[in-house]
């Protein structure tokens, strides 16, 4: 190999050290992204600049140990620098912190730049569960339920809770719908999950569902029923023995009007 093809290798291995290509990274709405400078705690920083646009408008920055995050007024208060591995904290991000980031990175005397692009999208919201209806059957309380979410590109998924013993069956429709169908013993509750995935976010519903037995829903409703009956005779009584025993009264105050027949009756 010649002396000119030597030190071409040797160049394009420097470039690729000093320049490893771009990264991509996705953050959401309202929360918080890491930029990676692509140094870990070991490395010995002496300068990392963070900027953006091509006319180089710097955003934060490290010199000697010094950080400054308030370089630019629309990230004013929501960086953090890294100190020791030169990465870059964004909070509460916008869909405007949408763009192409650059880090220039000194060690010594070696200086590497690369960029990331930061890809800023909604948060995902969380699935709604309908239960669309249930009824008995053989001893069994039967409980058709509904989850969906509008959302484009999201998977869902349903979990059981620990120590389910019925038996249940779900499926999709589509990207937006899906559906579960379980079966177990009367007079007991379960608790069923629907997930929503997209990416690397997940939201989590949940509904607690159950039947009680109808032969002892009538029973209970029947005592119910005897128990307001037998409490109304035993006010009935009372009132009357009230206004038996105090018919002396009554005719003395019943001139003075009925706030006077009320006062007497009830006086302690």
């Known amino acids: 190999m010649t002396l000119r093809g030597i030190a071409l290798v040797i160049y ?20 918080s992204v890491v930029l990676k400078s692509g140094e870990d705690q070991s490395s010995i920083l002496t300068r990392v600049q963070w900027f953006i646009y091509q006319n180089t408008t710097y955003i934060a920055s490290l010199n000697n140990g010094a ?21 870059l904290t964004i909070k509460n991000l916008s869909m405007d912190d949408s763009m192409t980031y650059n880090v220039k990175v000194t060690i010594s005397e070696i200086r590497k730049e690369s ?3 930061l890809k800023v999208q909604e948060r995902l919201k969380k699935p709604n569960i309908h239960q669309v209806f249930n009824f008995f059957k053989d001893g069994q309380c039967h409980i058709f339920l509904r989850c969906d979410l ?22 999709n429709t589509n990207l937006t719908e899906s559906f579960l169908w379980t ?27 159950g039947c009680i037995e109808e032969t002892k829903l ?11 009956v037998f409490l109304g005779i035993i006010c009935t009584a009372v009132v009357f023995g009230l206004l038996y025993a105090s018919k002396g009264k009554l005719k003395a105050t019943c001139a003075d009007g009925p706030l006077h027949v009320y006062q007497s009756l009830f006086k302690c």
């Open 115 to 117: 960029k990331i692009h």
């Open 150 to 171: 509008s959302d484009e590109n999201v998977q869902l998924s349903w979990t059981l809770w620990d120590g389910f013993s019925g038996s249940y069956s779900s499926g």
């Open 67 to 87: 950080t400054r995050t308030e370089r630019f007024w629309r990230y004013k208060g929501r960086l953090e620098l890294n100190n020791k591995t030169g990465d």
């Open 183 to 209: 079966s177990f013993s009367v007079n007991k509750y379960a608790t069923f999950k629907c997930t929503a995935s997209s990416g690397q976010q997940n939201e989590t519903q949940q509904i607690k569902v």
């Open 218 to 228: 009538k029973a209970c409703s029947s005592c119910s029923c005897a128990s307001m």
């Open 12 to 31: 394009t291995i420097c470039i690729q050290q000093a320049w490893p290509g771009d990264e991509h990274t996705t953050g959401y709405v309202g929360k």
